[in-house]
Nanobody, 118 residues
């Protein structure tokens, strides 16, 4: 079973930045698209951003202009650069591949916690 591994979370003050990473043993980033999601305590999982296998990006309105999704195919890693962080960005962030049966079968990881203080 291939399971994603997220990293890069932490605690920052409002206005700060973090860069999240998402990869997995056996994962091939040029083969799959990638979604980033987040889930705050007591709330439903929320879609944050996507990057298609051919490089098309999309963002939730709440993060547009502040977050940037990208990938490095040489490292098979997808990133989420988060700038101008707000307390409402506090959540567990997780990534999930998509695009075809192989990509879709890759499991969610544990996620990485982002905490933004005011």
């Amino acid at each position: 079973e291939v399971k994603m591994v997220e990293s890069g979370g932490g605690s920052v003050q409002a206005g700060g930045s973090l860069r999240l990473s998402c990869t997995a043993p056996g994962f091939t980033s040029n083969r799959c698209g990638m979604h980033w999601y987040r889930q705050a305590t007591g709330k439903q999982r929320e879609w944050v951003s996507s990057l298609s296998s051919d490089g098309i990006t999309s963002y939730a309105d709440s993060v547009k202009g502040r977050f940037t999704i990208s990938k490095d195919n040489s490292k098979d890693t997808v990133y989420l650069q988060m700038n101008s962080l707000k307390p409402e960005d506090t959540a567990m962030y997780s990534c999930k591949p998509y695009g075809g049966s192989w990509c879709g079968a890759i499991s969610w990881g544990q996620g990485t916690q982002v905490t933004v203080s005011s």
